[in-house]
Nanobody, 125 residues
Framework: QVQLVESGGGLVQAGGSLRLSCAAS????????MYWFRQAPDKEREFVAR????????YYANSVKGRFTIFRDNAKNTLYLQMNSLNSEDTAVYYC??????????????????WGKGTLVTVSS
């Protein structure tokens, strides 16, 4: 069983930065692919980024590529999302998720093994 708790959300001005964290319980964190998804009001949950268990391979949605960085610290059982150059379209609840398999788009959301409860990011213009 893996429990995920996100933190680091908040209100930021357009052009600013935030770093999200996702603390995971359990000794097998490093065996999971980890993901960030987001869900804006009245929109479907959207894939943001994915990282392998070792952290050596990452993948991003086109909408965040070049602005967001996903990374993990397996010694601390923690996943991160560094978000730079934020704009109003990044406003959403951000969720971390874990899965045994690799997915590359929003369709993967239905196959996640574990979810956090989310943290709200609001970007003011």
């Amino acid at each position: 069983q893996v429990q995920l708790v996100e933190s680091g959300g908040g209100l930021v001005q357009a052009g600013g930065s935030l770093r999200l964290s996702c603390a995971a319980s359990g000794p097998i964190f490093s065996t999971y692919y980890m993901y960030w998804f987001r869900q804006a009001p009245d929109k479907e949950r959207e894939f943001v980024a994915r990282i392998t268990g070792s952290g050596n391979m990452v993948y991003y949605a086109n909408s965040v590529k070049g602005r967001f960085t996903i990374f993990r610290d397996n010694a601390k059982n923690t996943l991160y999302l560094q978000m730079n150059s934020l704009n109003s379209e990044d406003t959403a609840v951000y969720y971390c998720a874990a899965a045994r398999r690799s997915y590359f788009d929003s369709n993967g959301a239905q196959s996640m093994d574990y979810w956090g409860k989310g943290t709200l990011v609001t970007v003011s213009s």
